[in-house]
């Protein structure tokens, strides 16, 4: 007996029931394990990636710095461009960003020095950068709050009284100024650019003690002695 048309329909949809659910079943295996393999691929890569950018831009900076010495400034700023698009948040980063503005005259190492004072891996020494590159530009409004924050617990690092100073006489506060050069002399009575810094503001006082006692300080470096304040 030869089979019908109706039989083979029965026939066809026999053999899907057979299979249907077995086979949507290993299919959504399928596409479950598809998925999770490629999160774990992408959980895997991004640090990956993430560490191979950094060493590119690591390269990338030690390239700007080497064009920056050679007065390339232009190629230097490449460089520092192409850094900061891979790793944008990197510290060597930011750093070198900031030396490169400094060097060419733009504010906006500011921004780069700002971004790295939020982070853990700002050192003592970024924000005497961003301190000094401040005062630069005359932003005492951004170096006296770090001035004070560092001064609580750095009073003895002559850098720091430095640009406290610096700021004090751009603030037009000469009269504080004095007292942190007298501190820094203090701290270090043999240091000739302590004695000088005084000298020069004690010189120009309207008080004529003190005008004394800054041209005897004066004279006295001028003539190889350093210690005459008395």
Not at 14 to 39: E, I, N
Not at 62 to 79: H, I, P, R, T, V
Not at 120 to 141: E, G
């Amino acid at each position: 007996m030869e089979p019908t048309a109706s039989s083979d329909t029965a026939l066809m949809k026999a053999r899907v029931r057979a299979r249907g659910p077995g086979t949507s079943r290993r299919f959504a295996y399928l596409v479950t394990g598809l998925l999770a393999l490629g999160l774990i691929g992408w959980l895997v890569g991004r640090p990956a990636y993430r560490k191979i950018k950094a060493q590119r831009a690591a390269t990338l900076i030690q390239e700007a710095k080497q064009l920056a010495e050679q007065g390339k400034w232009a190629d230097a700023w490449q460089a520092m461009r192409t850094a900061t698009g891979l790793a944008p948040s990197d510290p060597e980063v930011l750093r070198m960003s900031s030396r490169l503005s400094a060097r060419t005259g733009s504010p906006n190492g500011l921004l780069s020095l700002q971004a790295l004072l939020r982070m853990k891996a700002a050192t003592f020494q970024d924000r005497l950068d961003f301190i000094q590159m401040a005062l630069d530009f005359n932003r005492v409004d951004l170096s006296g709050p770090e001035i004070a924050h560092l001064l609580k617990n750095n009073r003895n690092n002559s850098e720091l009284l430095k640009l406290a100073i610096r700021h004090l006489r751009l603030m037009g506060n000469p009269e504080n100024a004095i007292i942190t050069a007298r501190e820094w002399l203090t701290r270090e009575p043999t240091n000739p650019e302590a004695e000088f810094t005084l000298g020069l503001l004690l010189s120009g006082t309207s008080n004529p003690m003190e005008r004394l006692e800054g041209q005897r300080l004066l004279m006295g470096l001028a003539v190889g002695k350093t210690g005459q304040r008395n």
